[in-house]
Each structure stands twice: as C-alpha cells, then as structure tokens.
C-alpha cells in the first residue's frame, strides 16, 4: 500500500457547481503523487469543536503539478467550514487513504451516483479499455460534461429531466449496455441493485462503498460492513470500508 501523509495543503481553487456541491482544489504534491482513483483523504477542520476529520473522495488527481481535486457536498459543519475557505488558505489532510479500484477488463460500465460520481472521473481518465458511463442523480445534474471526453455517457435523473426517468439500472437497460466490468460509487440501494444486476448478468463489479467515518484508517471500527469472509483483524465476517475499501468486489461483501 502506499504511503500515507499528513500535511497541509494549500486551497488553490474552490467553486460553486450547484446549490450545495463544492468543487476545490488543493496542492500538496506528496499524496497526489501516491494517490489512485477510489482513494479518499481526510480533511481536518480549524474548529477546536470538530475534532473528527471528514473523509472525502479525490476526484482527479495531478501528479505533474502536486494537485488534487475534491467534489464534496455540504451536509454538516464540517464541509460548511470548508466551502467557505477562500484560495491559499491551508487546510490539514491526511493521504491517500483506503484501497482504490483495480483496472481490469476490455469493456467497462462505469456507474456514479450522486456525490458518488466524482470519484469516477479520475477512473474514467486512466482506465485504458473502452468506457461507458453511466451517471445518475435524483435531479440536478454536475460533472457530467467532464466525462464527456472519456466515453459515451448516459443519465438518468428522477424526475426525467435529464437522460433516462428513473435510477442508473434503468438507463442500463434502456441503452443496452453491455460489458465485462462494473466499476461504481454511490449509495448503498444503488449498490445493491448494481450487485443484483452483475451476478444476473455474469459480470464482475468492483463497487466504492460510501460510509460515515471517524478515524480514517482502522482502528476504530466505527465503518464495518457484513463480509462473506472472516476478517483477519476483527475476526469476524467484517470489513472496514477505510482501510479495507472503500472498493471491494461485489461479491466479498453483503448490501
């Protein structure tokens, strides 16, 4: 596994995609030059009252300039704090942390969902097969034209505002997708449903589990997901989605 890094970067853009996404930039060339697509980092807040860093997927990474991207959604104090950081302000992060999806297969679906689709994008930037991407959100769209120059995407929204009315399963069918492999990133029914669809199909699927997190790197044992195999840390049938993820195949682990 590569080697992890706290350090503190330095913020060198920070945007506004929609009400409530984030789109910044940091620079801080030890973990970008470790970093891989499914790995996440660890941001630490200023405020002496969060004491927990967020956990938050990379997005792109930059190894010639040192940089990273992260795409994050507000939901608490925490990621409020960061949207209001301005340029060459310094933020404290830990990484690259967690074990990134594995490139494998000649033709693949790629499937993001909702703050699960920007860690798709560096995926879709390096894997060298042919892609077909597959993105889904409940009705705003974001990032959708990056992936543009990577493969065919497909939508699916919702309400039907934008590609195929209803989740990414649907605008599969719809298409006609085919393919050897599955790599993907949302939330749990979506995963789910993406695991059913595989084992149907006879396809094989690395899948980015999303989970709350405290520490980051395994000790605490507060992210464990059901696995089929007995864990050889907790020696239980558990996983945990940061240190052993968050990508794991679909079939080692139970939705």
């Excluded at 950081?85 to 790629?110: C, Q, R, T, W």
């Excluded at 889904?136 to 009315?165: C, H, I, M, W």
């Excluded at 749990?188 to 989970?211: C, D, H, V, Y």
């Amino acid at each position: 596994m590569a080697e992890t890094f706290k350090r503190a970067a330095v913020i060198t853009s920070i945007t506004k995609l929609t009400e409530d996404i984030y789109s910044m930039w940091i620079k801080e060339k030890d973990i970008a030059a470790s970093a891989k697509p499914g790995q996440f980092i660890s941001l630490y807040c200023k405020s002496e009252n969060r004491l927990l860093p967020r956990p938050i997927s990379i997005c792109e990474i930059d190894k010639d300039n040192g940089m990273l991207r992260l795409v994050y959604r507000v939901v608490g104090r925490g990621t409020e704090e960061f949207s209001k950081y301005k340029v060459s302000d310094k933020i404290e992060v830990m990484g690259p942390l967690g074990n990134g999806f594995h490139p494998e297969g000649k033709k693949a679906i790629l499937i993001g969902g909702g703050i699960g689709i920007p860690p798709m994008l560096e995926l879709a930037k390096q894997l060298s097969c042919e892609k077909q991407i597959v993105l889904g959100y409940r009705d705003e769209t974001f990032l959708n034209e990056e992936f543009v120059p990577y493969g065919q995407v497909y939508l699916s929204t919702e309400d039907g505002s934008a590609g195929t009315k209803g989740n990414v399963i649907d605008a599969i069918k719809e298409n006609h997708l085919e393919g050897d492999i599955i790599f993907a990133c949302g939330p749990t029914p979506m995963l789910r449903g993406i695991k059913t669809f595989a084992l149907e199909n006879g396809i094989k699927a690395q899948i980015s589990m999303e989970e709350k997190m405290a520490c980051g790197i395994g000790a605490c044992l507060a992210c464990v997901c059901k696995s089929k195999e007995i864990d050889h840390h907790t020696h239980v049938k558990n996983k945990r989605i940061c240190k052993d993820g968050p990508v794991f195949y679909a079939e080692e682990v139970e939705l």
